[in-house]
């Protein structure tokens, strides 16, 4: 089935039941028109243009890699006897890109900027550009704060400061490029009072636990969040259910939980939470050596046994003895050591990219949950860590590999939903929350956005709708399956209406006239492609009969970019 879906119908909007109900049809007929893997020839680029345009690709065996994800995938479809879908245009393909790597869709300028150069690299182009762009480190910098504290109180006046910090801090080494291994060992080891230049303490504070009560000796806080957090996004390893009892699936003791939760219980924290909606006080995280200074961690299983045990590392079975070493420290340095470290930033990074990871769940490794493509996933995982830990080097292994450029169509060979794990065409993603709002700044390109003051509180605004309607607290997903929810916040949301009615570019295009350049406009800003034949005729056709324009046709318009940006062709990424 293709990405295009019939659109959700608003309420209230004469304009747009008109234009929405035509569209519902048109993109549904267009479906295999708009997705046929034909693009238009752009103009040629002249040759010395070319070489002076072009961006560094990099060191040449980077592309060894990309090779390698297609031998290895090309295995599995032979084997399998399964047929990839066709080559995506160019048009979607510079979409999801842009989604991917830095958060949001492409603006008309980029799309035709891109069609200008040289049809067999412009993909590889493409993604060096992306990953040059500020937006690059802006975008990983949203997710993983999402990932590492979720967006429970992101919205909240009282934390949302806490995860400011922990984005711009973010931001900033992605920025540089600083390698995984060092910004998960700063991740845990971080000490001091919250700043934008010490964002990172803010992983740990938000996920200390419940307090332990006064004269305990086994520290402050029962640290529960951060150790199960901690195994699922930096080894990809679920150990919250061994928290209270023992686990059928490897690794899967009790021990195991608590003897990396022993790790982080000389932690402490100066100052208070505040109350919701009042002013955020300045915290501190500390580590305390005269907390838990036995080292000991006690827990009960099922039966009313009581168990104990000291910091334990379960994968290389370390048990740190000495009470002068610094837990955390040890901690990050068996982290980072472990061959699982590399593994699940690779799956994770797999899954942002392709829909999937190796393994369902992305942080779930284990006996009883094999990855679906175990030689390549542990080949890449290697060539990261040799690669200094370098996200970038990892970006372009996958962008660059015949996987990432598949269709979202199915054909009759890779629709059925068990044969996903073969990444025989591109399978569809909802966008996160910010992509959204980030893609709803871009398409409108609205004078209430130009205030950077206001742009921020609108973020906040619609990040709690958004986030209520598309995602969980968790920083989980939902998939996407058309809600009448998220129709409905969509079609009546005050913001989105505002957006499209502002002066800007659409009102100076309605103001020349040109009908046909309107509409370019409107499916190149929304969808990032021109109308196909049959989509541009029948619009055109409404326009002229339309009773809902006024003088000079924008509402008919506004109607139209109102039923675009509603679709879930724009929703969804493809």
């Not at 501190?284 to 907390?291: I, K, N, Q, V």
Request: proline share 6%.
């Amino acid at each position: 089935m293709a990405y295009v879906a019939t659109l959700p119908l608003p309420l209230s909007r004469l304009g747009f039941l008109i234009v929405g109900s035509f569209l519902g049809c048109a993109l549904l007929a267009a479906e295999s028109t708009a997705n046929d893997g034909n693009t238009p020839k752009p103009a040629p680029t002249k040759p010395a243009e070319a070489k002076k345009a072009a961006p560094a690709v990099g060191k040449p065996a980077y592309a060894e890699y990309s090779r390698l994800i297609n031998e290895k995938l090309a295995e599995k479809w032979q084997a399998n006897k399964l047929t990839p879908s066709p080559r995506c245009t160019d048009y979607e393909f510079i979409r999801r890109a842009s989604l991917d790597i830095i958060g949001r869709i492409a603006t008309p300028k980029e799309v035709r900027e891109f069609l200008k150069d040289p049809p067999e690299i412009r993909r590889a182009w493409l993604i060096e550009r992306l990953l040059k762009s500020e937006e690059y480190a802006k975008n990983f910098g949203n997710m993983w704060t999402v990932l590492l504290m979720t967006r429970s109180g992101a919205t909240d006046p009282a934390r949302s400061v806490y995860h400011e910090q922990m984005r711009d801090w973010l931001e900033k080494r992605f920025a540089e490029n600083m390698s995984w291994k060092e910004i998960v060992i700063q991740l845990l080891t971080a000490s001091g009072k919250t700043s934008k230049e010490n964002g990172a303490v803010n992983y740990v504070l938000s996920n200390l636990g419940e307090p332990i009560p006064a004269g305990n000796q086994e520290g402050h806080f029962n640290m529960v969040p951060v150790t199960a957090r901690t195994t699922r996004l930096f080894l990809g390893i679920q150990t919250q259910c061994t928290q209270c009892h023992d686990h059928p699936f490897n690794p899967g003791k009790q021990l195991n939980f608590w003897g990396v939760n022993a790790f982080f219980r000389q932690v402490d924290r100066k100052g208070a939470m505040a109350m919701r909606d009042r002013e955020p006080p300045v915290l501190e995280l500390t580590d305390d050596p005269s907390l838990d200074s036995s080292g000991m961690v006690f827990y009960e299983n099922r039966r009313g046994v009581v168990w104990s045990t000291k910091p334990y590392f379960f994968l290389d079975k370390v048990r740190l003895s000495s009470p002068e070493t610094n837990r955390r420290q040890k901690l990050a340095e068996l982290i980072t050591s472990s061959d699982y470290f590399q593994k699940a930033y690779v799956n994770r990074m797999w899954m942002h990219f392709m829909g999937r990871a190796f393994t369902n769940p992305v942080d779930d490794f284990g006996e009883h949950n094999e990855p679906s493509h175990l030689e390549l996933l542990d080949e890449l995982a290697a060539a990261f860590a040799h690669y200094g830990y370098d996200t970038k080097p990892l970006i372009r292994w996958i962008c660059n590999s015949n996987a990432y450029s598949l269709s979202s169509v199915a054909n009759k060979t890779n629709a059925s939903s068990e044969l996903e794990p073969l990444f025989g065409r591109m399978l569809l993603k909802s966008m996160t929350p910010e992509q959204l709002f980030e893609s709803l700044i871009v398409a409108t390109q609205a004078e209430m956005f130009e205030s950077k003051l206001a742009r921020e509180k609108l973020r906040q605004e619609w990040l709690k709708d958004l986030t209520a309607n598309f995602g969980d607290d968790e920083g989980n997903e939902v998939t996407f399956n058309g809600t009448v929810v998220q129709a409905l916040m969509m079609m009546n949301g005050g913001n989105l209406n505002k957006a499209i009615a502002s002066k800007g570019h659409l009102v100076n295009l309605v103001k020349r006239g040109n009908a046909t350049a309107i509409l370019d406009y409107l499916y190149m800003a929304a969808l990032n492609r021109p109308p196909t034949a049959g989509e541009a005729v029948k619009i055109m056709q409404i326009y002229r009969i339309a009773p809902v324009k006024n003088k000079d046709g924008l509402s008919f318009w506004q109607d139209l970019f109102w039923a675009l940006l509603n679709s879930n062709e724009f929703i969804l990424n493809h």
